[in-house]
């Protein structure tokens, strides 16, 4: 927005508002075997109007970035607490995620694969899991939310006839499944495995493997771009 220098003195104010994842054998690379904008501009309505007053319009932009749907914990998000961005290590910032919290759908299933993958990993492999999962949401070559990736046919050896099975919710390691599912989502910490999108236990060494860049290997699993 830009006004003459002569108006600055004849205008007080202007206002603008702006639309306000214990042991499973990984991933695998592939099904089976391989794998608004909104504008307001102002108008000369809006200013008030002074003699010889110059005025130029330029649109006011602000970008509005749509929430996948049903991909955040149930509630509204001004009820959830807000997590500290930092936090001296990834212990202390799971310690900050309140363990009462309820979870969507899509949170389940992506605590759920952190759980049954990697609950005995140290803090640093739960992260890389759930990173590997919500990369291959944001990926065209994987289903587009985290159950899909989840339940997607031979890609987790955890899922059985289609289903997950039962998580014992009162554990510790649930919670730090939940905690780690949500820290992973709203992208607080940085993992090694930030690009990954495949992931398999080092105890096994699946033919796939070959073909891909290993990114990280944490504790007993190894990750690949």
């Not at 003459?4 to 306000?20: E, K, P, Q, Y």
């Not at 991909?71 to 900050?96: C, E, I, K, Y």
């Not at 994987?142 to 159950?147: A, K, L, M």
């Not at 599912?181 to 090694?192: F, M, Q, T, V, Y």
Request: glycine letters at 6%; proline letters at 5%.
């Amino acid at each position: 927005m830009k006004f003459h220098r002569a108006t600055l003195a004849a205008i007080a104010a202007t206002t603008v508002f702006t639309l306000s994842f214990a042991d499973g054998s990984g991933a695998n690379a592939q099904p089976g075997e391989n794998q608004p904008q909104i504008a307001l501009p102002l108008t000369e309505e809006t200013v008030p109007q002074a003699e010889n007053v110059q005025f130029v319009s330029e649109p006011v932009v602000q970008a509005i970035t749509e929430q996948p749907e049903d991909q955040v914990a149930d509630g509204n998000d001004a009820d959830m607490q807000a997590l500290p961005r930092n936090a001296g290590s990834l212990r202390q910032l799971v310690a900050t995620v309140p363990s009462g919290e309820k979870l969507s759908r899509q949170m389940k299933c992506l605590a759920g694969a952190i759980y049954f993958e990697s609950r005995g990993e140290p803090l640093a492999g739960q992260l890389a899991v759930a990173k590997v999962i919500i990369n291959r949401a944001e990926s065209s070559a994987f289903p587009s939310d985290y159950c899909g990736v989840v339940y997607q046919r031979s890609q987790f050896s955890f899922v059985r006839g289609g289903r997950m099975p039962h998580i014992r919710t009162a554990s510790a390691a649930w919670k730090r499944a939940k905690a780690i599912a949500r820290i992973a989502h709203e992208d607080l910490w940085e993992s090694k495995a930030d690009d990954a999108l495949y992931f398999h236990a080092r105890r096994v060494n699946p033919r796939w493997s070959r073909n891909r860049v290993a990114a990280a290997t944490i504790s007993s699993h190894v990750f690949y771009k």
